[in-house]
């Protein structure tokens, strides 16, 4: 467990261990064992996020051909025989997502005490299933997400607000499908695993009221189109957990941050590593949960001799990103140039910050790695990484080092992913 530089042995396992933690969560392995036997009678398949299409496909492989629709992001379909699979925008709502949701309300309709609905529930399904309330036009609501998206608001506090804005989250959907007997299976990316935030809780009720709502706007600058502020105003849609309309309803969490954190803690412990579990539920300002996460990295450096077992930190959660810039970023590769100020060169510190779906922010890209010369490598290029930081132009910073982790899409969805490992001395 050696290396300098980006190339070297340890960014070769750091990326292993996010491999590792990737395929922990992988719908293949974790929808199966969650399945009851395929009921008699019509059985409807519904879903939304970046890993419903991957478990569609693990349903029908376990079920045979099952009637349905799913709604991924763009590039996240996947072969299904009878499911359709419908690719949206993510993480700003489009016209692909509306009209697929309201296909999915109408086949929910109708639907008796003898029929079961399946539905696949995971990360992005907040963006992917859209029905806005009242009077709120699309192009209303993509404006509303962009600027949360934008303000550093906390995950859980803006899939609050998508909860009122909305006609199918908050239990919505599933009170649509009642009486059918629901069972969702949801892959968790939300900081606590609360199946009330996945995907916004589209078949879980709330007792959050529309106040709630309009003081997290507040609290974070942002000011509503009239249509918003009307419908938070008075009642929303959002119904009690108690709801008569949910009590057909099971939801149940099959993959979440904590088992794929768990992978690469085996992987690591494996190698000799000495693990230090951080957190799988860590939240705050990307740049600041990097520099605290620097100081512990420094300080198990200077303690360690040579001939120590490497240290592993490991953590999960979401960050977030205030954009203050013009730049092109997100959480994880912010953290990591974030991270690569902080230590400053410090020898024998690596490390790796990905969102284990691929996208970090609305890029591509799932974030970056870390090596003791990434700023004396950015130097020699002309780089000024504190300017890139201030303008949250964290992917242009790593794309220029070749530093980026771009493993395309992976088709779950269980969080950020970040290990710093420290390597002893050499001599």
Not at 226 to 244: F, I, K
Not at 286 to 302: F, G, P, T
Request: aromatic content about 4%; some cysteine.
């Amino acid at each position: 467990m050696t290396g300098t530089g980006a190339g070297g042995d340890a960014t070769a396992f750091l990326r292993g261990l996010f491999d590792a933690a990737v395929a922990a969560a992988d719908p293949m392995l974790c929808v199966p064992a969650a399945l009851p036997p395929r009921p008699a009678g019509r059985v409807v398949v519904i879903g939304a996020g970046k890993a419903s299409a991957r478990m569609a496909e693990a349903v029908e492989r376990a079920w045979g051909p099952v009637e349905g629709l799913v709604i991924t992001r763009y590039g996240y379909g996947r072969p299904t025989r009878k499911i359709e699979i419908v690719e949206a925008a993510h993480p700003v709502p489009d016209a692909a997502g509306r009209d697929a949701t309201a296909r999915m309300l109408g086949l929910l309709g109708g639907l008796g005490p003898e029929d079961f609905v399946l539905a696949l529930i995971s990360g992005g399904g907040s963006a992917l299933l859209v029905q806005p309330a009242g009077a709120i036009t699309l192009a209303e609501k993509q404006a509303v997400n962009a600027a949360l998206l934008a303000s550093g608001a906390p995950i859980l506090a803006m899939n609050t607000v998508r909860k009122h804005l909305s006609r199918v989250k908050g239990g919505q959907l599933a009170a649509a499908a009642y009486p059918a007997r629901m069972l969702a299976l949801m892959i968790s990316d939300v900081p606590g695993d609360d199946p009330a935030f996945i995907a916004s809780g589209p078949t879980v009720g709330d007792h959050t009221p529309p106040a709630d709502a309009r003081a997290i706007l507040a609290r974070w600058a942002i000011t509503p189109p009239a249509s918003v502020a009307a419908v938070l105003g008075g009642p929303t849609g959002v119904l009690p957990p108690d709801a008569l309309a949910l009590s057909k309803v099971e939801n149940r969490v099959i993959a979440a941050p904590a088992q794929s954190l768990d992978a690469a803690r085996a992987m690591a412990e494996a190698a000799g590593a000495r693990v230090e579990l951080l957190g799988d539920a860590i939240e705050g300002e990307a740049r600041e949960v990097a520099m605290a996460q620097a100081r512990r990295a420094l300080d198990i450096s200077a303690t360690m001799a040579k001939g120590d077992r490497p240290v592993l930190l490991l953590s999960g959660g979401e960050c977030t990103v205030t954009r203050r810039g013009d730049g092109v970023g997100g959480p994880n590769a912010e953290f990591c140039l974030s991270l690569a100020l902080a230590l400053n060169g410090a020898p024998g510190i690596f490390a790796i910050a990905c969102d284990t779906d691929g996208v970090d922010g609305a890029a591509d890209v799932a974030g970056a790695v870390v090596t003791p010369d990434t700023l004396a490598r950015a130097a020699a290029r002309g780089l000024d990484p504190q300017a890139e930081l201030e303008r949250n132009h964290s992917h242009g910073f790593f794309a220029a080092l070749g530093d980026q982790v771009a493993p395309g899409p992976t088709l779950t969805n269980v969080n950020d992913f970040r290990a710093i490992l420290i390597l002893p001395p050499d001599g």
